[in-house]
């Protein structure tokens, strides 16, 4: 699997837009994009993925760059509640095993 | 969305006592569910995948006879921590695969005395 690498902070302020980066250089061409954030002591939610084409759901955009090494996810207006850890994961599609391997993540911090 | 459930979300045990932790999938039927370990302020760490009706595949460097997973029902899988030592605590969070999707858990948190 494409590791994946991230800046490990980032602070944001509120009601602002969040723009965390990945980069993923040894991405191969069946190899989706997933972002998923960790809130302290929960389980992983996952946000969004996507393949080359841009995506948008109702929490975020996933932007990704034409040569897919990197990609960039957009919180439009960023809340409080949005303080987490988020992960960048890299992972084939279809077999039977679709395992995920966390990264470090980048923990984002929303300022009032 | 998805929900997957864990029980119990946190347990005391003391050394040299096995636990189970059971994750079940509510509302799909997960025929691969993931075992995840998380230390304090790391990221999470594959530990194994459990496929319904079969072994679990583990990862490199994780004592499959120390954490015994079983598989048994397309919503249940359980992960038994054997002889479980203070090095053992942890957070432990499973997911459940829906086509290519995992939807995890909200973890356990072990603490062995």
């Known amino acids: 699997d494409a590791k994946t690498t991230q800046p490990p902070s980032m602070d944001c302020a509120e009601g602002r837009a969040a723009n965390l980066p990945c980069n993923h250089s040894t991405i191969s061409g069946n190899e989706y994009v997933y972002w998923y954030r960790q809130i302290h002591s929960q389980g992983p939610q996952y946000i969004i993925h996507g393949l080359k084409n841009n995506e948008t759901n109702e929490m975020a955009s996933l932007i990704i760059t034409e040569d897919r090494k990197s990609s960039t996810l957009i919180l439009p207006h960023a809340t409080l509640r949005d303080t987490a850890v988020y992960y960048c994961i890299v992972r084939v599609a279809g077999g039977t095993g679709n395992q995920f391997y966390f990264g470090t993540g980048t923990s984002l911090t929303v300022i009032p | 969305g998805a929900v997957v459930s864990q029980h119990p979300s946190w347990v005391i045990c003391k050394s040299g006592t096995s636990v189970k932790i059971e994750c079940r999938s509510l509302d799909f039927q997960a025929t691969t569910m993931f075992w995840y370990r998380q230390f304090p302020k790391q990221s999470l760490m594959l530990m194994a995948t459990?496929?319904?009706?079969?072994?679990?595949?583990?990862e490199q460097g994780v004592e499959k006879d120390k954490f015994l997973i079983n598989h048994a029902s397309l919503t249940l899988s359980t992960l038994t921590v054997t002889s479980a030592h203070p090095e053992d605590s942890s957070f432990y969070i499973c997911s459940g695969k829906r086509e290519y999707e995992q939807f995890f858990g909200p973890g356990t948190r072990l603490t062995v005395l």
């Open positions: 459990s496929n319904e009706g079969s072994k679990a595949t583990y």
